[in-house]
Nanobody, 123 residues
Framework: QVQLVESGGGLVQVGGSLRLSCSASGSGFVVNAMGWYRQAPGKQRELVATITSGGTTNTTDSVKGRFTISRDNAKNTVYLQMNSLKPEDTAVYYC?????????????????WGQGTLVTVSS
């Protein structure tokens, strides 16, 4: 079983910065792509950014130039550096990972979610 544990959320003023972290724990699994999603009150969950195991990133237009996703494969950890935060960035941020069991064929990918961490940007 793989678990994702997020940290780094909190309250920040407009224009401020936060760094979210998410670590995958569990043995016998390989973590493939990882990413961040967010869900604002009354809205659907949306993609923020993803990163493959090879480091290829994809970032949604609304946060490009402000948010940066990165990962440490050795630690199975993904980060989201958020700068120039705006009130509309207020949401619960969820970590997501695509994993598969090691040394097993065929590969069966499983999507895992973290519990979410709240980011509140005050004006």
């Amino acid at each position: 079983q793989v678990q994702l544990v997020e940290s780094g959320g909190g309250l920040v003023q407009v224009g401020g910065s936060l760094r979210l972290s998410c670590s995958a724990s569990g043995s016998g699994f390989v973590v493939n792509a990882m990413g961040w999603y967010r869900q604002a009150p009354g809205k659907q969950r949306e993609l923020v950014a993803t990163i493959t195991s090879g480091g290829t990133t994809n970032t949604t237009d609304s946060v490009k130039g402000r948010f940066t996703i990165s990962r440490d494969n050795a630690k199975n950890t993904v980060y989201l550096q958020m700068n120039s935060l705006k009130p509309e960035d207020t949401a619960v941020y969820y970590c997501n990972a695509l994993v598969y069991r090691a040394y097993t064929l065929p590969r069966r990918y499983v999507e895992v979610w973290g519990q979410g961490t709240l980011v509140t940007v005050s004006s």
